[in-house]
């Protein structure tokens, strides 16, 4: 790697051309840039993980609206967080939110912890998260290494070492912090982060408007649209899931996911999920002789099948609306909710894109 790498940019040169764009030309503005305060860092970190910015923005914002301070979201009501979070996705993100909350309130009395190492073991943190907050709230020399982080460093020292190995990892992460200046770490961090988002982007950067043009390994070997280099490709499984809702005495059966799986502590309707496509009537049929309504005559219509993309698995849903006239025998987790009430519940993306469109 070292052939690689310009030697000048083992000196501060890197940083310092960072630093300068930053001052001069980024134009990004973000409601948690410049922020001190490590609560609002946090949340605006976990909301961000894995998750676009453009996204992240309005969830940011209602959660600051809602939850001024670490004490007000420990003390709320946590299907009222979950709420808030719907449609966000990586529900462990929530819980983990809701566990660290109600931890600083109540063990440190509301007062973040100060450094890396306490910041870590937080539950839901990582080294870049904690990095995150360690560097933007407190002003400690430790460098934030993520997607936008890995891109540029491929790129203009021309690193094929795969970003998403445990030897790439370890690289990026000791190379980042030797080019960190150790006397402005937050404002390079978030300078490095933006540069990769505006214009080390993943898919046509901006390399007329870069800094590094002459040092830029990739674009003097013609490798942009290379680096950086990822080893692991992501396994995709297809799942079905069959709705029932079960409409009785103006009230609708719901649960809350409890399972280590998949929309966990969200709301679902009773459901049958298969490993392939079934016809609708044989699922009604065993939905039937199953207790959950008395005749496949009480089904009023059924959805067209809707999709969610998740990392790993794409999840197909069809839902059959039942409404029967008599009580439905049900696993004892099912409770029944008002018409009227149902919407206020936290559900998964694919659940609330079919009753958006419903009268219910």
Wanted: aromatic share 12%.
């Amino acid at each position: 790697m070292k052939k690689l790498i310009h030697k000048k940019l083992y000196s501060n040169y890197f940083s310092k051309r960072m630093l300068s764009w930053n001052r001069t030309s980024n134009t990004r503005t973000l409601p948690w840039k410049g922020e001190k305060d490590p609560y609002k860092i946090w949340l605006s970190e976990i909301i961000l993980q894995q998750t676009r910015v453009e996204q992240g923005l309005k969830y940011y914002e209602k959660f600051i609206f809602n939850f001024p301070n670490i004490n007000m979201l420990a003390r709320a009501p946590e299907n009222k967080v979950f709420k808030l979070w719907e449609g966000l996705g990586y529900y462990s993100r929530c819980r983990n939110l809701i566990a660290t909350a109600r931890k600083i309130s109540i063990e440190q009395k509301g007062k973040f912890p100060s450094t890396y190492e306490d910041i870590l073991k937080l539950k839901g943190i990582g080294p870049y998260t904690a990095a995150a907050i360690a560097s933007f709230a407190f002003h400690l020399p430790y460098a934030v290494v993520d997607g936008n982080v890995f891109r540029v460093l491929a790129r203009v020292l021309g690193i094929e070492t795969p970003i998403d190995g445990t030897e790439g990892k370890k690289l990026y992460t000791q190379l980042a912090n030797n080019l960190l200046p150790q006397k402005h770490p937050g404002e390079y961090n978030q300078a490095i982060m933006d540069f990769g988002a505006t214009v080390c982007k993943p898919m046509a950067p901006l390399c007329g408007d870069c800094i590094y043009q002459k040092e830029c390994v990739a674009l003097n070997t013609n490798r942009v649209n290379v680096l950086p280099v990822k080893e692991k490709k992501i396994r995709q499984k297809t799942r079905f899931f069959y709705f029932f809702v079960i409409e009785y005495n103006n009230t609708i059966f719901v649960r809350e996911r409890s399972e280590k799986d998949i929309w966990r502590h969200l709301h679902e309707f009773p459901v049958i999920e298969t490993g392939q496509p079934e016809k609708a009537d044989a699922l009604i049929t065993t939905a039937s002789l199953n207790g959950w309504f008395q005749h496949p005559d009480e089904v009023k219509s059924i959805s067209e099948t809707l999709v969610q993309k998740l990392t790993h698995q794409t999840i197909k849903g069809v839902f059959i609306i039942v409404k029967t006239r008599s009580q439905p025998s049900l696993p004892a987790d099912f409770k029944r909710v008002k018409k009227s009430k149902v919407k206020a519940l936290a559900f998964p993306k694919l659940i609330n894109t079919f009753l958006n469109g419903q009268d219910i």
